[in-house]
């Protein structure tokens, strides 16, 4: 989001010393209808950018410089905003010899630090985020959320020594938080779940697609003869990882046509809960081609040879599941089909799933 502020060429002259006249500045302000106030640097997600092309760098506005109209809404320290064309002519905090860190308001009355912006030096960046968090602190702030990329890991044991936690990490970079006001943190925690798929494929042969895992951790399982599975990856969706895992796994090419059913199980991985959808789908191709990193041995096997093996029989879960596509193929069941519907609460397009009786293909019957 930019913010531009000047007419470049009305700018020209006003400057004093790297300074700008307060007088000049004042009154501008009612001219583009832009007050600036404590939150010049917050706009919602977006660093404003203010475009000033006769100032030199480093140049000044002082708390008087750009006072209110309501001496109420000053804030309360002598203030500096730094007019610095090395970053994009981005406005930058500073109290005295100490500047807070570049960051911009969430909504829900957090700050979010703008990992571009950290000091390069750790003693310096410990002095600046101590002086950080009084200013937030004085402004009222709830949230801190500190985003250090993996190549400034450094600055971790400094970050914690502070107060802050860790929220989640991910292959570039980890994520720590503050929590300012008295009381219970109310930040979102982590990703509570993982996302899991299984793929129910059957020909026309009554054939179901079957694998054998190379690597199996429990050694009663080795034997078994299973559907292919996997987890779905980032921004990916259901109908498409399922499609997507058969393929890598097995080298055959499928069609979704439903979820028929999904397992919701904790304290697994990471003791995390995990989510798990098995999902029929229609072969488009025939010739097996086993992926030897993770699978032993693919093949068709009749249904009711895989229905009857002991560990599907004796698993109450493995067998409803088993029960559910078959009832499913002799049109006695209707699963769950994605439908791409546009919700207002984020704009975003999204799939919701659901059995709609009016437009189910005659190959799904009510019971």
């Given at each position: 989001?930019e ?12 400057t004093?010393?790297g ?18 106030s404590?939150k ?5 997600g ?18 008087k410089?750009?006072?209110s109209?309501d001496p109420e809404?000053?804030i ?14 981005s406005?930058?905090?500073?109290s005295?010899?100490?500047?807070v ?17 950290l ?8 002095s600046?985020?101590?002086f ?7 402004r009222?702030?709830k ?8 190549e400034?890991?450094?600055l ?5 020594k502070?107060?802050f936690?860790?929220h ?10 503050y929590?300012i ?13 993982q996302?899991?798929v ?29 559907l ?6 980032e ?11 058969v393929k890598?796994?097995t ?20 003791e995390k809960?995990?989510l798990?959808f098995?999902c ?6 025939a010739?097996i ?8 041995a ?10 009857e ?5 004796e ?19 209707c ?9 207002t ?9 659901y ?7 005659p190959?799904c019957a009510?019971?």
């Amino acid at each position: 989001m930019e913010l531009k502020l000047f007419d470049f060429k009305s700018v020209s002259g006003i400057t004093h010393s790297g300074r700008l006249d307060s007088s000049y500045f004042s009154s501008f302000r009612y001219g583009v209808g832009v007050r600036f106030s404590s939150k010049l640097c917050s706009c919602r997600g977006a660093f404003p950018r203010v475009f000033v092309s006769s100032i030199s760098e480093n140049a000044y506005l002082t708390k008087k410089a750009i006072g209110s109209s309501d001496p109420e809404k000053l804030i309360g320290e002598d203030y500096i905003y730094r007019i610095n064309r090395a970053y994009g002519a981005s406005s930058i905090l500073f109290s005295g010899n100490t500047r807070v860190l570049e960051a911009f308001d969430d909504e829900y009355e957090g700050v979010v630090v703008n990992p571009e912006g950290l000091p390069t030096n750790p003693d310096a960046f410990s002095s600046v985020l101590r002086f950080s968090l009084t200013h937030w602190r004085r402004r009222q702030k709830k949230g801190v959320w500190l985003k250090l990329p993996l190549e400034r890991s450094e600055l971790v044991p400094i970050a914690v020594k502070e107060g802050f936690q860790y929220h989640h990490a991910e292959a570039g970079y980890v994520m720590l938080t503050y929590w300012i006001p008295e009381g219970p943190c109310m930040l979102p925690a982590n990703a509570t779940h993982q996302v899991g798929v299984g793929g129910f494929v059957i020909n026309h042969n009554n054939e179901v697609l079957v694998v054998q895992e190379k690597y199996c951790w429990n050694p009663a399982f080795a034997n078994l003869w299973k559907l292919p599975t996997g987890f779905i990856c980032e921004s990916e969706e259901i109908f498409q990882g399922v499609v997507r895992e058969v393929k890598e796994e097995t080298g055959i090419d499928t069609e979704f046509v439903e979820v028929v059913a999904f397992r919701h199980a904790h304290h697994l991985a990471f003791e995390k809960s995990d989510l798990f959808f098995i999902c029929m789908l229609t072969p488009l191709s025939a010739e097996i081609q086993v992926d030897d990193f993770e699978i032993q041995a693919a093949k068709w096997m009749p249904l009711a040879e895989f229905v009857e093996q002991p560990l599907i029989q004796e698993d109450s879960m493995f067998k409803k599941v088993i029960d559910i596509s078959i009832a499913r193929l002799k049109k006695r069941y209707c699963g769950l089909f994605p439908h791409r519907l546009v919700s207002t609460f984020d704009g975003q397009t999204s799939s919701l799933y659901y059995n709609d009786f009016n437009t189910q293909d005659p190959t799904c019957a009510s019971n």
